[in-house]
Nanobody
Framework: QEQLQESGPGLVKPSQPLSLTCNVS????????????WNWIRQPPGKGLEWMGMIARDGNTYYNTSLKSRISISRDTSKNRFSLQLRSVTPEDTGVYYC??????WGQGTQVTVSS
C-alpha cells in the first residue's frame, strides 16, 4: 500500500523559496505513476484547505491561478518522489502542507512557518 510522506524545512524566511518533497513508499519499480494525479494542498492556520497544484495523469502541471507565478511542481519517478517549489514566500504561506494522490491518499502533512 502506498504511503506519502512530506519533508522539508519547517521554517522559511520571507522572500525565500520553499522546497518540499513528497516521498512515495510501498510502490513497485513498475508503478503506474500516470494512473494518478499528484497534488499539493495546504491549510493555513484557521482556514480551509487550499489546492495548490498538481501533476495530472497526462503528465502536465496545473496550478492554482493565485499561485501560478510562484509555484512549480515536479516529479522524479526514479526516486519515487514529487516536489513543490514556492518562490518568494510571505507569512501568508504559513500552514500545513500535504501531498496527495488522487485526493484519496494523503501524507500526514508538514508544518511550514514563514517568519523572520
Amino acid at each position: 500500500q502506498e504511503q506519502l510522506q512530506e519533508s522539508g524545512p519547517g521554517l522559511v524566511k520571507p522572500s525565500q523559496p520553499l522546497s518540499l518533497t513528497c516521498n512515495v513508499s510501498g510502490v513497485s519499480n513498475d508503478y503506474a505513476w500516470n494512473d494518478y494525479a499528484w497534488n499539493w494542498i495546504r491549510q493555513p492556520p484557521g482556514k480551509g484547505l487550499e489546492w495548490m497544484g498538481m501533476i495530472a495523469r497526462d503528465g502536465n502541471t496545473y496550478y492554482n491561478t493565485s499561485l501560478k507565478s510562484r509555484i512549480s511542481i515536479s516529479r522524479d519517478t526514479s526516486k519515487n518522489r514529487f516536489s513543490l517549489q514556492l518562490r518568494s514566500v510571505t507569512p501568508e504561506d504559513t500552514g500545513v502542507y500535504y501531498c496527495v494522490r488522487n485526493f484519496d491518499t494523503w501524507g500526514q502533512g508538514t508544518q511550514v512557518t514563514v517568519s523572520s
